[in-house]
């Protein structure tokens, strides 16, 4: 699915370079969901403060191999702290950004009317949500909304 949108996009839009996508199936047993879900929301944190920390060094002039190299190594704590530094404070920064967002399938009901008994009826359909304002997923309201999620699908 991942190669198919990428190349598409890339005709659609006529670009020269290809756009990429990344995508992922993973085989979990339910009860492994959540563990998932919070190690996948680390590595969204991480990629975050890593990519500010990078384009803080571009906007300031270094160079590309330069930026890289000065992160190469540092903890989390020390990128932070140097953004810090700089003005930027990651924690005023959009959730969606340092966390990342939840797409999935939500039900509603939708009133119809049934041509073969001539009655109305109410029917269950599913549509994709957006949550761009999700909990850190080893928090209590995290917890909750990990399990009625998980309970929903």
């Given amino acids: 699915m991942a190669s198919f949108l990428g190349s598409a996009l890339t005709i659609r839009l006529r670009l020269e370079t290809p756009i990429a996508f990344d995508s992922r199936l993973v085989a979990l047993q339910k009860e492994e969901v959540p563990e998932y879900f919070h190690w996948r929301q680390l590595e969204a944190w991480r990629n975050f403060v890593v990519s500010w920390g990078y384009y803080a060094l571009r906007n300031a002039g270094v160079e590309k191999d330069e930026a890289a190299k000065r992160l190469k190594g540092k903890k989390e704590w020390e990128i932070h702290e140097m953004l810090f530094e700089k003005g930027i404070n990651l924690a005023a920064l959009p959730a969606w950004q340092r ?55």
């Avoid at 966390?99 to 359909?125: C, D, M, Q, Y």
């Avoid at 949550?131 to 909750?144: D, L, Q």
């Fill in 99 to 153: 966390r990342g967002i939840i797409i999935s399938k939500k039900e509603h009901e939708i009133s119809g009317f049934n041509p073969i008994s001539g009655k109305e009826v109410e029917s269950l359909r599913r549509k994709i949500t957006q949550n761009w304002e999700i909990p850190k997923f080893k928090s209590e309201e995290g917890i909750a909304f990990l399990e009625k999620l998980i309970n929903r699908n």
